[in-house]
């Protein structure tokens, strides 16, 4: 299998759908705070939870997909490293833009 594009939206800068075209190399090039490295760790965060999927399931000898085991929903995308207050467009969240302080 090869992935030959990507979407990403809704995640930290970037609000609306880009579709990502790929190759065997491909180059990511912008001005400063234009997404680049949103778009990779959108593309991690993805991998990672396809591998994650893929871990948890099996498939028959007839070709069913089962789920070898339980999921644990409380916590699930933290521990997959997506975090709502920072990867989630604050201005989407129903939150002012104001500077977080942590």
Do not use: C
Not at 7 to 33: F, Q
Not at 49 to 77: C, E, F, N, P
């Amino acid at each position: 299998m090869k992935l030959v594009s990507f979407s990403v939206e809704n995640y930290r800068s970037i609000t609306t759908a880009r579709k990502i075209p790929l190759s065997d190399y491909s180059l990511l090039v912008g001005a400063n705070n234009e997404g680049k490295s949103n778009i990779l760790h959108a593309l991690t965060l993805a991998m990672d939870a396809l591998i994650a999927w893929h871990r948890q399931v099996r498939r028959t000898t007839d070709g069913k997909v089962i789920r070898t085991t339980a999921s644990v929903a409380s916590g699930r995308y933290r521990r997959m490293g997506y975090d709502w207050e920072t990867d989630y467009p604050i201005g989407k969240q129903g939150k002012s833009s104001r500077v977080r302080t942590h």
